[in-house]
């Protein structure tokens, strides 16, 4: 992981209420399961294993790496997909749960109503597909060449981090609370953990390669069996890895070029206002849908009361004015900022005397 | 780095500290919803939602300098995520502030919308952080229904955090001294995986360690936590409290005026 983008916690601002209650019911039935197959799993001495486990990937987190042609810059591991291939899919899955509490807890990363969106994103979601795409690549663990063990590490690393963060747009967008068009976000997402899932991949094939010479039975894996001498990975494979990693990000920069007009073409009409009234559309379907959806179904649409019953659009039954807001009352707006201030002050000067005589 | 890092305003005492840690955590669980369930253009009816954190943290003692640098350390991906958001948004929106009319596109407003609820969720945890005592919080965390392996994860995570953080600063240090940063890109990447999977093995003897301090300890299965939580009738109040003023703020406040 790079650097700047360590806060890529969703945050509960991006989320409507429905959508956190809901991603927090699947995160809950989620790492219950993962809790009960860890369970079941882990002998006895194992117990304090997942939570020292969690420190470890602060720790590891620590370790970073400068990157090459990146002045500046410098990698670190986010940690899911290691896990799940070094403990198992169960055991990742409760000790990033663990991680993601403390984060939001002690260090306010990510939100208390977003703990379920990214313990999906960031928890649930790399270490499954991660541990997959590993064991689907890999085959019988003690052969594996070099390179093969590479591909597999980036392979799972990428699919991992970035179906992950592309899940961050998507509850945004459900949640509808961001103006920012669901392309977009999605574009840059994938695109940078494209480039994220390339550094961590290196390095988690790094740590395996590790591991794998030094302790070969913690990776099950016969000693005697083993070459002794270092690992590498080959220029081939590093090479399939920077080529499919470029392809795929000239995809989906080409495919955000290609949305881009529609930006464009929005803030040309913005000033006219078009002929619906509405300056600000989207013309991706996706989005189309998802809005449709969440005028049908979100209890509070545009965070007013809904007048329309469950199901039905806003615009199906009722006629509806063309403006949509009601002009704001100067006047309640402005009681309302100077009752607070009065407020403020009335609470800055009792937790003051409170405190005076408490030391006093 | 220690847990001071973190615990630096927890230890004191003060009315909040006193308050069950179940109470100030449904307390600031429901502001939460309550803060996030705002239309995103109504910029001026969140002026009273300040009121909560700033008071928690005024009464705890903690400084609201603290605060707000914790609030400042985190914005970078939503401030991102803002500064787009006037791009993308130009529906005109009518903006009155007393006596004064302005007409600002959508955009502005949601930036700000976004913004504000940001600083005050984040505000709101660290008023709770910094009154509760983490044991106390996994206590009342399992009270409210966490998993016992849940929380005990969550125990150990916080009790060996530093330890190894600690561990892996002092295996850098090493490591950058030796002049790993001049080496090709090869061999840095193979430095840096040897030393995560020295930390990994590292781990594992000392969970191993642990274990067996806990086994020779009486562990039968059964985790005792000396921290006791009571619900008090002062709790009762303070959630009370809360609760009217959060259905004044979310129902009550614009038709107030």
Redesign the interface.
Known sequence: MIS??L???M???????PI?GLTLVIAVAA??IA?LR??RLAT?????????????V???Q?????L?GMPGTSGH?GGGVLLAI?MGPAAAI??M???L??Q??????G???ALGCNIINMGVVPSLIGWWFYRLLLGPPSRAAAWRQYLAAWLACVAGVTAGAALVPVQAAVSG?????LSH?LGVMIGVHLIIGLCEG??T???????RR??PE?MGLDPSGLPAS?R?PGFGAVLVSLLVTALLLSGVISWFASSLPD?LE??YR??G?GTTG???ENRSPAVAAVDRWQSKWSP?T???RRETPLGQAPGEGTAESASG?P???????????L??VV??SL??G???V??ST?RA | MHHHFIDRFAMRHSPIHRLDARAKLLAVLSYTVVLISFDRYTVTDLAPLAVLPLALLWFAGVPVWFAVRRVLILSPFILMLVLMSPFYDRTPQAVAFGPWHYTVSGGWLTAADISIKFALGVMALTALMCSTRFALLLEALRRLGLPQVVVMQLGFLYRYLFVLIDEAMRVRRARDFRGAALAPVGRRLAAAGGVIGTLFIRTLDRSQRIHLAMATRGYRGEPHSLCQLRFTSTDVVFLLVVALYLAACRWGYPKWF
């Open positions: 700047p983008l806060g890529m916690h945050a509960n601002e991006l989320l409507s209420v956190a790492v219950a809790a860890a369970r006895d001495d194992r117990l304090p294993l997942m939570g020292v486990m969690g420190a470890f602060f720790a590891a620590m370790i970073n790496f400068s090459p591991l070094l409760v000790t749960t663990a991680i509490i403390v939001c807890l002690l260090f306010q990363d939100g208390l109503l609370v961001l103006q920012v068009p976000f290196g390095l094939f790094a740590v395996i390669a590790y591991l030094v302790r913690l270092v590498r930006g929005w803030s913005g000033h206002y509405q300056a600000v509070l545009d965070y007013t807001w002009q704001p009352d100067g006047w309640s707006s402005l009681a309302g900022i009752g607070t407020t403020l609470v800055y009792a937790a003051r409170m405190r408490a």
